[in-house]
């Protein structure tokens, strides 16, 4: 499990160990680690022409003295100083080694500064930046994303936010982070993941001064360990019951999409409630399950009966009958999914005794909103939703008391007193109808076999985007794709062990 820390946590960390250690102590073991990465991907340094971007704070500092390394080894190395300073000890390393410095503004830009390098460090802010960039570093920001040549971050892009992964304007965009002491949340929350490229962590001693992360990213092997076993005597019912209320005349594909992904997760059975034209096309293409007739419109039992878990909402409908029926399964001690038509129960008029029923709940609930969903459940904007993805996925968690998570680019978890969670294995080829269903169903089979919402909601995350990228070898996908997608999913996870 990979482990990032919020800008304060950092900076507190920082202090205590720089009270224990010698001066610039920490600056050195940086620069030399992001020295190492920079000649990993220069073919050679000696001879290599290395241009560094540096503003002036210790982020240039960093960059100076890696530069310095560089130089030492027999680089070319340019800094482009922008910015209102320089950090003089490190400029003073990179003169001493060879190294040439001038400064940049707009009006000097000259592709031929950057176009002409091996290998670009961005060194222009540091994790205190806030906001898109402005000149004369946006300038330089454009200048190295259109370079045909790598860029190496250092400690994460000049531009991105590095507590919420929110770029608002001009930013740099790396093939390479190279992030110090702890990852950074935006570092794994799109659109700053998209920007960080591939990310490598350098050990600068700061891990026993930092306190438990604020935010975590789960490996393969995590998810290994999490996802459910099976001895020789497993039935059925020891691999979990999961009660689907989801589908209606009008969506009746959510309801076989759904039911799928909880098959193909390995759930030991289903137990399908809809009416009769859904019932039909659900055990068409899936025999296996055990439905029964059951509208919310003229059934007078809502209540979820013998199941380990439901999963409640995804295209069900918001008629009175539909919030009787989700009242009906939040009262009841089973863990629940609810997504869909479901969340917008939960928002409508006369939504506060659902709310207040699903706060009172001491079974595990788990919220599945997208940002359109969530910022209705919140009443906010959308774009700040997409913009600060893990703060609002917090503030769901706490307004509602249950776990929350929140599908999109970078899918984010929270729940209640741990780390939120932000999922690695997102993709595009997900933006297509349906697979929220499937992803339901799937999460839904691991809530009845036992995990938590936290941890179900994890397996179920991971192993779905990776499913999306195996079932099809990264071409386009459809919705009922991932049936096939998420067994190969599952046996790479279990390979990973």
Not at 233 to 258: F, I, M, N, T, W
Not at 359 to 372: D, S, V
Not at 424 to 446: E, I, Q
Request: aromatic letters at 4%.
């Amino acid at each position: 499990m990979l482990s990032a820390h919020t800008v304060n946590a950092v900076r507190a960390a920082e202090h205590a160990l720089m009270e224990r250690v010698p001066d610039g102590t920490l600056m050195r073991r940086a620069a030399a680690g992001l020295a190492v990465e920079c000649t990993r991907l220069l073919p050679r340094v000696y001879g290599s022409r290395v241009v560094l971007m540096v503003g002036g704070g210790d982020n240039g500092g960093d960059a100076l003295y890696a530069g310095a390394a560089l130089a030492a080894r027999g680089a070319a190395v340019h800094a482009l100083l922008a910015g209102g300073g320089v950090h003089e000890g490190g400029a003073a390393a990179l003169r001493a080694a060879g190294g040439r410095i001038r400064w940049f503004t707009d009006a000097m830009a000259d592709e031929a500064d950057l176009f002409d390098a091996d290998l670009i460090v961005d060194g222009l802010l540091g994790i205190g930046g806030r906001g898109g960039l402005r000149a004369p570093h946006a300038a330089l920001a454009l200048l190295a994303e259109n370079a045909p040549v790598p860029v190496v971050a250092v400690d994460l892009p000049s531009g991105v936010d590095a507590d919420t992964g929110e770029v608002a304007g001009h930013a740099v965009r790396a093939d390479v982070t190279v992030t110090f002491g702890t990852h950074k949340p935006g570092l794994f929350v799109d659109p700053g993941s998209e920007r960080a490229g591939r990310i490598r962590l350098v050990d600068i001693g700061l891990s026993p001064e930092l306190p438990g992360p604020d935010a975590v990213c789960p490996r393969a092997a995590d998810v290994a360990s999490l996802l459910p076993t099976h001895g020789a005597e497993a039935d059925k019912y020891g691999r979990g019951v999961l009660a689907v209320r989801a589908g209606s005349d009008r969506y009746p594909g959510a309801a076989v999409l759904c039911v799928g992904g909880a098959l193909r997760a390995g759930v030991g059975m289903v137990r399908y409630g809809g009416g009769a034209a859904v019932v039909g096309q659900v055990l068409s293409r899936w025999p296996e399950t055990v439905a029964s007739l059951l509208d919310p419109q003229s059934s007078t039992d809502l209540s979820p009966g013998r199941a380990a878990a439901v999963v409640i909402g995804s295209g069900r409908g918001t008629h009175r009958a539909n919030a009787d029926e989700l009242r009906a399964v939040l009262d009841s001690d089973c863990p629940v999914l609810v997504d869909a038509d479901g969340l917008t129960l939960l928002t409508g008029q006369g939504s506060g005794p659902l709310v207040e029923l699903l706060r009172e709940r001491t079974a595990h609930t788990l919220l599945t909103p997208h940002a359109g969903e969530l910022a209705r459940l919140l009443e906010a904007d959308r774009g700040d939703v997409e913009a600060r993805r893990l703060e609002h996925a917090a503030r769901a968690r706490d307004h509602f008391g249950c776990t929350v998570l929140l599908k999109g680019s970078t899918t984010v978890i929270a729940h209640p007193g741990a780390p939120v969670v932000v999922n690695p294995t997102g993709t595009p080829l997900l933006a297509t109808a349906g697979t929220g269903d499937v992803l339901s169903g799937a999460v839904g089979a691991f809530m009845a076999a036992g995990l938590p919402a936290r941890e179900a909601a994890m397996c179920g995350a991971y192993v779905h985007g990776r499913a999306a990228v195996l079932v099809r070898g990264g071409a386009p996908i459809s919705a009922s794709d991932l049936w096939d997608g998420l067994p190969l999913a599952m046996g790479e996870v279990a390979r990973a062990a």
